[in-house]
């Protein structure tokens, strides 16, 4: 998914382009209004983080203009202003979402991920090979064999299977399943991946869970015209 943030504080803007794109979005800067609304006009984005000071013209304008278009993406603003008032008027002109400076980037990252998830319909049932997860009963099977996950297995292999093919690092499998900050400390999320992979994958010839060096871990059904050379970039845990 692809984003873009129009702030002209280059500290800020720097910072969120990096916590997004490690969170595997790709992410547009724009240092000021009219900048912003030139590349929102050539890209189909899917979401717009829009601060409300800019050098050019005021952020609020800048939403209208956006609001114009036949088409536009939802729109998070970013304001230092936190009154009542000047989050009513954000949100009457057509913001999906208001984050008052300064902000925990955590808050941030969820707000973006509620609402690019509005309006995108969530699958009951997921499917990767043959391992298949029921996301009402919460049962996850492979081929004929029921598997029993603790809850937080469950999470973990649910966020994986809803991003199957795209790999997803540490930090987003923390914030996701745990809804709190990721230390770089801890080796929580490869515990559970070693659970997952003693439940899921171990007694199976075909394995479903992948490490992705240097990033986090991804599932994928394996295609079978690829060799192990050729899918190096996408190797089992030792």
């Not at 500290?11 to 382009?17: E, H, K, S």
């Not at 081929?143 to 299977?161: H, N, R, T, V």
Request: net charge negative; charged share 30%; aromatic share 6%.
């Amino acid at each position: 998914m692809r984003l873009i943030v129009v702030e002209d504080e280059k500290r800020i803007a720097d910072f969120l382009a990096r916590g997004l794109e490690s969170a595997g979005y790709a992410v547009d800067l724009a240092a000021d209004g009219t900048t912003g609304l030139e590349l929102i006009h050539q890209t189909d984005y899917d979401l717009a983080i829009l601060d409300m000071m800019l050098p050019d013209m005021d952020g609020l304008t800048v939403l209208e203009k956006i609001r114009n278009r036949k088409s536009s993406p939802p729109v998070l603003i970013l304001s230092a202003r936190g009154g009542v008032d000047d989050r009513v008027r954000g949100l009457e002109l057509g913001a999906d979402d208001y984050l008052t400076k300064p902000f925990a980037f955590v808050e941030l990252l969820a707000r973006v991920r509620v609402l690019l998830r509005r309006g995108q319909p969530m699958p009951e049932r997921l499917q990767v090979g043959d391992l298949v997860l029921d996301c009402i009963r919460r049962k996850v099977h492979r081929g004929s064999d029921q598997i029993d996950l603790a809850p937080k297995e469950f999470s973990i292999l649910e966020y994986l299977m809803r991003s199957k093919g795209r790999p997803v690092s540490r930090t987003m499998i923390v914030e996701h399943v745990w809804d709190m900050d990721y230390d770089g400390l801890t080796n929580i999320v490869d515990v559970y991946i070693r659970h997952l992979r003693a439940k899921v994958d171990d007694k199976y010839t075909e394995k479903l869970i992948h490490t992705v060096r240097g990033v986090g871990y991804l599932v994928e059904e394996p295609s079978p015209e690829k060799s192990p050379a050729e899918s190096a970039s996408a190797i089992p845990a030792q």
